[in-house]
């Protein structure tokens, strides 16, 4: 246990947390996504295709939100949409990529959070 007058530790976890940042900057995971999301800028049938989707599914998860049933139109471009994503060999592999980099922030998140509920039940 830490005595009361001790300075508070605050400054070594943020730099613990930084490097951690860093870490994760440096990974294979985040660099394939680095390289996907540039593949998809430098083609302009990818990044239409990528914004348009984007644009579409916003729409419909703002009408679903709100209560209501997503547009017809909306729908039928979404499909349209997914369609030609999953023939797009750039959008594929920032879709993969985007996956794998989700998989290891949830594994990060988790490791850090694994003893948050032990974390301070110590009375004695």
Same mark, same amino acid.
């Not at 951690?20 to 440096?26: C, F, G, N, R, S």
């Not at 998809?40 to 990044?47: C, R, T």
């Not at 879709?95 to 959070?113: I, M, P, S």
């Given at each position: 246990?830490?005595?009361?007058?001790?300075?508070?530790?605050?400054?070594?976890?943020?730099?613990?947390?930084?490097?951690? %940042?860093?870490?994760?900057?440096?990974?294979?995971?985040?660099?394939?996504?680095?390289? %996907?999301?540039?593949?998809?800028?430098?083609?302009?049938?990818?990044?239409?295709?990528?914004?348009?989707? @984007?644009?579409?599914?916003?729409?419909? =998860?703002?009408?679903?939100?709100?209560?209501?049933?997503?547009?017809?139109? @909306?729908?039928?471009?979404?499909? =349209?949409?997914?369609?030609?994503?999953?023939?797009?060999?750039?959008?594929?592999?920032?879709?993969?990529?985007?996956? @794998?980099?989700?998989?290891?922030?949830? %594994?990060?998140?988790?490791?850090?959070?694994?003893?948050?509920?032990?974390?301070?039940?110590?009375?004695?």
């Amino acid at each position: 246990m830490r005595p009361m007058d001790a300075p508070d530790d605050i400054e070594e976890v943020l730099e613990a947390a930084l490097r951690l %940042a860093e870490a994760i900057e440096a990974s294979d995971r985040h660099i394939a996504l680095q390289v %996907a999301r540039r593949a998809v800028e430098n083609d302009p049938e990818a990044l239409r295709t990528f914004q348009e989707f @984007d644009a579409v599914g916003r729409r419909i =998860r703002e009408s679903v939100e709100a209560g209501e049933q997503p547009d017809h139109e @909306d729908r039928m471009d979404l499909e =349209r949409l997914r369609h030609q994503a999953r023939t797009d060999r750039h959008l594929q592999d920032l879709l993969r990529a985007q996956a @794998d980099y989700v998989e290891l922030l949830r %594994a990060v998140e988790g490791t850090v959070f694994r003893r948050a509920p032990t974390m301070g039940h110590h009375l004695a």
